[in-house]
Each structure stands twice: as structure tokens, then as C-alpha cells.
């Protein structure tokens, strides 16, 4: 997955610690050659940026959030649903902002190296609940595709159970599911699931 590019979700009821603790593992560490290029790409998340880095790494990654972006609706007197225009109106602009954020980075080193790039999705619960599941499944494709495009890692933040619906529901875009939990407030820990090959791993310590 490395060699040609990976998307990964990332699951779980867990305490925000535990989720920054799995992005820190999966933006990865520097390479003397060929320095990792992060980018954060923020909804309903925005700590610090380098809260996600490993200790002793001081550039932060880049961020693209939605700030002047319109998510709201706006209620007029007409029978035309301006909800779903709305909506997808935002989608559509974070969708473009966020490819030519990657396209720029992708251009600014020449061409990326396989895994080099390390996109971090905080969080996709705004666009699943809020948006309907054509343009949610649109916006994935096309980020998902853009990703394996330049050979990146990407994993996107979905805070709900490891079984709920919502990840049933987008699963198909992603080629692992990673779990996580927090037994009785005790170590973290992981999983993964391969859902082509109907596979998943045991838990261990994340």
C-alpha cells in the first residue's frame, strides 16, 4: 500500500488523545531523503498542528480548513431545496481547495516519492451526516483518487463505533478500516480491517 497509495479510515469511540496518538503513528517519521509532505485538512478539528507530529519534528504540516467557506443553509421563500444546494455548494469548494493543496505540494518537491505525502482528515463526520450520500460519495472518489494519484497515505478520522452504519456506508472508498478502543479507560488499542479480503487483524497496544 505504500508503493502505490493508500486510503485508511480510522474508527472508534475514542477520547480525541487517542485519535492525535494513531495520526502521530501514521504521519510517520522523517526520511533522511525524502522528508514526509503532511497536510491536515480540518472540519470540525483544528488543535495545534504540530500536536500531530512525533516528538523532536518541528515543521507542522500545512492545513486546509473551512474557514470562509459557507457550511450554513440559507432559508428563502422558494420550493426549490436550497439545502441540498447549499451544502453541496461548500462541499464542492473544500473539495477543491483540498486537491490543490496536494497538487501544490506534488509540485513544490517535483514529483512525490511513494507514501512522501501523509494526509491526515479531521473529520469526515460533518460531510457523512450532514451532506446527502451521492455528493458524500463524490467528494470521497475524487480526494480518495487524487491521493493514490501521487502515491500518498491518507487516513480520515470517522469518531463513531467501529460498527456503525456511517462506516458501512463509506467503506467501499477505503482500503483498510482502523480500528480503535479504549477498554475501561486502559491502553489504547488497534486493529485493522481489510474489508476486500474479509480480513481483520487481533487488537494490540496501539
Same mark, same amino acid.
Given at each position: 500500500m505504500k508503493g502505490t497509495g493508500c486510503n485508511l479510515l480510522v474508527t472508534g469511540s475514542v477520547a480525541p488523545e487517542v485519535t492525535f496518538h494513531a495520526t502521530r503513528n501514521l504521519f510517520g517519521a522523517d526520511q533522511?531523503?525524502?522528508? /514526509?509532505? /503532511?497536510?491536515?485538512? $480540518? *472540519?470540525?478539528l483544528e488543535p495545534p498542528a504540530n500536536h500531530y507530529l512525533l516528538t523532536g519534528y518541528e515543521q507542522p504540516p500545512e492545513r486546509v480548513t473551512t474557514s470562509g467557506i459557507e457550511r450554513g443553509v440559507t432559508t428563502v421563500d422558494s420550493p426549490i431545496d436550497?439545502?441540498?444546494? +447549499?451544502? +453541496? +455548494?461548500?462541499?464542492r469548494s473544500y473539495q477543491r481547495n483540498l486537491c490543490e493543496s496536494i497538487a501544490d505540494i506534488d509540485a513544490s518537491v517535483d514529483g512525490l516519492e511513494p507514501s512522501q505525502f501523509r494526509l491526515a482528515f479531521l473529520t469526515l463526520r460533518p460531510i457523512l451526516e450532514n451532506d446527502c450520500s451521492y455528493e458524500a460519495g463524490q467528494f470521497l472518489r475524487v480526494v480518495t483518487d487524487v491521493v493514490e494519484g501521487v502515491s500518498g497515505m491518507a487516513h480520515y478520522h470517522l469518531p463513531v463505533a467501529?460498527? +456503525?452504519?456511517?462506516?458501512?456506508? $463509506?467503506?467501499?472508498?477505503?482500503?483498510?478500516?482502523?480500528?480503535? /478502543?479504549?477498554?475501561?479507560?486502559?491502553?489504547?488499542?488497534? /486493529?485493522?480491517?481489510?474489508?476486500?479480503?474479509?480480513?481483520? *487483524?487481533?487488537?494490540?497496544?496501539?
Open positions: 533522511a531523503k525524502t522528508p /514526509r509532505q /503532511r497536510l491536515l485538512a $480540518c *472540519t470540525d436550497h439545502t441540498l444546494t +447549499s451544502q +453541496s +455548494s461548500w462541499l467501529n460498527e +456503525s452504519p456511517l462506516v458501512e456506508e $463509506c467503506i467501499d472508498h477505503f482500503d483498510v478500516q482502523i480500528q480503535l /478502543r479504549n477498554p475501561d479507560g486502559g491502553s489504547a488499542e488497534t /486493529r485493522w480491517r481489510f474489508p476486500d479480503a474479509d480480513t481483520i *487483524t487481533p487488537w494490540h497496544k496501539l
